[in-house]
């Protein structure tokens, strides 16, 4: 059975940092917090944890559509085409914060998943657990949005209510404060335009 596992929001205790990295090492899965809605994920480079992760969500391994959650935009670099200096800004200004950005994959993705992938998803939350995460683990967390079951509310908010729904699931479930019910602005740029793929809670006013 999974752990709930409180961690402060604004100054994450690294012990409990370290320890939900070492459940990620050994390739578990795990639901965090984000600055939009907690999400599930694995860390990206343990075959072990994404076939769990993939498993759990019913996909289908080569429609595999999750968004990399990395530390920086040094880390984003090694998993895209080299980015140009007008699609740099806009991630500078954007980042971190409620955004997740499809662009051109880099030669290594095909090679971690074992899939054809020409393009990846990639977001850098707004939020100290999270950042603290990626940053200690060294590599992204391949992730999804956790979806409530009601067809009305889409996204819960209360880790607790998460936890009781996937305690038997996953390996941890990190309780910062109770999240929002909106999730991240979707952006696709892989043609060096912005195109609005999904209004979320990212205003498109911060990527002018």
């Known amino acids: 059975m999974a752990e709930l596992l409180r961690i402060h929001e604004e100054n994450p205790e690294m012990r409990k940092i370290g ?7 050994k390739g578990g899965v795990i639901i965090y917090p984000t600055d939009t809605v907690y999400g599930i994920g694995c860390d990206l480079h343990n075959k072990k944890g994404v076939e769990k992760l993939v498993s759990l969500l019913k996909l289908k391994p080569n429609k595999l559509k999750l968004s990399f959650i990395c530390h920086d935009l040094s880390q984003v670099s090694h998993y895209t085409r080299p980015i140009s200096t007008h699609i740099f800004k806009i991630l500078k ?6 955004y997740t950005f499809l662009l051109e994959a880099s030669n290594e993705v095909p090679k971690i998943l074992k899939i054809s992938k020409k393009t990846v998803g990639v977001r850098i939350p707004q939020n100290n657990i999270t950042l603290a995460l990626v940053k200690e683990l060294g590599n992204p967390i391949i992730s999804a949005s956790i979806k409530d079951e009601d067809e009305i509310i889409q996204y819960t908010a209360d880790p607790e209510m998460i936890f009781d729904r996937f305690k038997k699931k996953v390996d941890v479930v990190i309780a910062g404060s109770l999240s929002g019910v909106e999730p ?3 952006i696709d740029l892989t043609e060096g335009d912005i195109n609005l793929i999904r209004q979320g809670i990212g205003s498109m006013e911060n990527l002018a």
């Open 93 to 98: 200004r954007a980042l971190p914060g409620p």
């Open 19 to 25: 320890k939900v990295v070492d459940i990620l090492h």
């Open 184 to 186: 991240s602005t979707v």
